[in-house]
């Protein structure tokens, strides 16, 4: 059964930094837009970034452009997203999931395969 998973949530600092990890299980991610998404209490599921399975092509909120960071291992099949100056409002539930059309798209509705979902808290 394909699965995603993801790891490296947690409490951080305003202005510090937080790995967030989505490996897949019983897929490959290789040919599968990998989409990373949040939802705060109270609010619907944003776009944050994604990447196509060609690695050029990626995508980024305006809230997010310059702070986060998308990347793939191949090697672990595994997409990261790298959260640098972190905010307040970077509080969520952040969830990663996978397009097997590879539309390289915002809309959740694209996406086939998702996470269970992670805790990303900004707070002093």
């Known amino acids: 059964q394909a699965q995603l998973v993801e790891s490296g949530g947690g409490l951080v600092q305003p202005g510090g930094s937080l790995r967030l990890s989505c490996t897949g299980s019983?897929?490959?991610?290789?040919?599968?837009?990998i989409g990373w998404f949040r939802e705060a209490p109270g609010m619907a599921r944003d776009g944050v970034s994604w990447?196509?399975?060609?690695?050029?092509?990626?995508g980024y909120a305006n809230s997010v452009k310059g702070r986060f960071t998308i990347s793939r291992d191949k090697a672990k099949n595994t997409v990261y997203l790298q959260m640098n100056s972190v905010r307040p409002e970077d509080t969520a539930v952040y969830y990663c999931?996978?397009?097997?059309?590879?539309?390289?798209?915002?809309?959740?509705?694209?996406?086939?395969?998702w996470g269970q979902g992670i805790q990303v808290t900004v707070s002093s």
């Open positions: 999931a996978a397009d097997k059309w590879d539309r390289g798209g915002w809309g959740p509705h694209l996406y086939d395969i």
């Open positions: 019983g897929l490959s991610l290789d040919h599968h837009t």
């Open positions: 990447i196509m399975s060609a690695l050029t092509e990626t």
